[in-house]
C-alpha cells in the first residue's frame, strides 16, 4: 500500500527557477527521505529529516516536515537541466523495523 | 564507490515461465530489500531481509514469488510461474541496520512477461 502522496505527479520548470513537490502521510513516522530516479534507472537518496526535524538544507535542496500536518515538501533551488528525473518521498513508519513506503513521485521536467 | 549489484539488467519472458534475479548488497550492509515498481508508480516492498532472516514479506505473493539469502550475503528474488502483471522493474537496496539509515539501490532488472 502506499501511504505517501505527492504531488504534483508532474511539474515542467525553465532552468534556473525553483521547484517545489510535495509530500504528504498517513501514519506517524521515524524519518522522512526523498529520493531521485533517472529513467529507468535505480534510486538515489537526496536527504533524511528526522520526525523531530523541521527542516534540513543540502546543497541546492531545502526539506521541511510538519508532522502535525503530515507533510513534508522538498525544494530544488536554481534548478539545471541534469535534475530532470523523477522525485519519491518516502516514510519509514514507526515500528516497521526500516520499511520504507513510498509515494507515487513527481515527475520534473526542466527545460533548458 | 560500493554499489548494489543486481544482474539482469533486462529479462524477457514468456508467461509461465520462471525467472530469477540476483542482488548483492553493499558488504557489510546487514539490511536488504527487493521492491516491484510499476511504471509510474513508486517502489513497493516485496520481501526485507535482516541478515539471512526474513523480517518483512506481507506483499510478497508467496504462491509465485520467494526470495532466499542464504548467507546473509546476496540474495535471489524468483517467481514461477511468470504472469503477464509481473511485468516491471525489480529493484534491490541494502542499508545498514539502524534508525535512520538511507538505502542505496541497484540498477534494477527490468522485466518484461510476454
Known amino acids: 500500500s502506499q501511504q505517501g502522496e505527492e504531488d504534483p505527479q508532474a511539474l515542467s520548470i525553465q532552468e534556473g527557477e525553483n521547484a517545489t513537490m510535495n509530500c504528504s502521510y498517513k501514519?506517524?513516522?521515524?524519518?522522512l527521505q526523498w529520493y531521485r530516479q533517472n529513467s529507468g534507472r535505480g534510486l538515489v537518496h537526496l536527504i533524511l529529516?528526522?520526525?523531530?526535524?523541521r527542516e534540513k538544507h543540502s546543497g541546492r535542496l531545502r526539506v521541511t516536515l510538519d508532522t502535525s500536518k503530515k507533510s513534508s515538501s522538498l525544494l530544488i533551488t536554481a534548478s539545471r537541466a541534469a535534475d530532470t528525473a523523477s522525485y519519491f518521498c518516502a516514510t519509514d513508519v514507526n515500528n516497521q523495523g526500516g520499511k520504507l513506503i513510498f509515494g507515487q513521485g513527481t515527475e520534473l521536467s526542466v527545460k533548458p | 564507490e560500493a554499489e548494489v549489484a543486481q544482474s539482469p539488467r533486462y529479462k524477457i519472458t514468456e508467461k509461465s515461465q520462471a525467472v530469477a534475479f540476483w542482488c548483492d548488497p553493499i558488504?557489510?550492509?546487514?539490511?536488504l530489500y527487493w521492491y516491484r515498481q510499476i511504471l509510474g508508480q513508486g517502489p513497493e516492498l516485496l520481501v526485507q531481509f535482516q541478515d539471512e532472516s526474513v523480517v518483512d514479506d506481507s506483499q510478497l505473493p508467496k504462491d509465485r514469488f520467494s526470495a532466499e539469502r542464504l548467507k546473509g550475503v546476496d540474495s535471489t528474488l524468483k517467481i514461477q510461474p511468470a504472469e503477464l502483471g509481473d511485468s516491471a522493474m525489480y529493484l534491490c537496496?541494502?542499508?545498514?541496520?539502524?534508525?535512520?539509515?538511507?538505502?542505496?539501490f541497484g540498477p534494477g532488472t527490468r522485466l518484461t512477461v510476454l
Open positions: 529529516i528526522r520526525s523531530n526535524e
Open positions: 501514519t506517524s513516522i521515524n524519518n
Open positions: 537496496a541494502s542499508s545498514t541496520y539502524g534508525l535512520y539509515n538511507e538505502q542505496f
Open positions: 558488504s557489510g550492509h546487514a539490511t
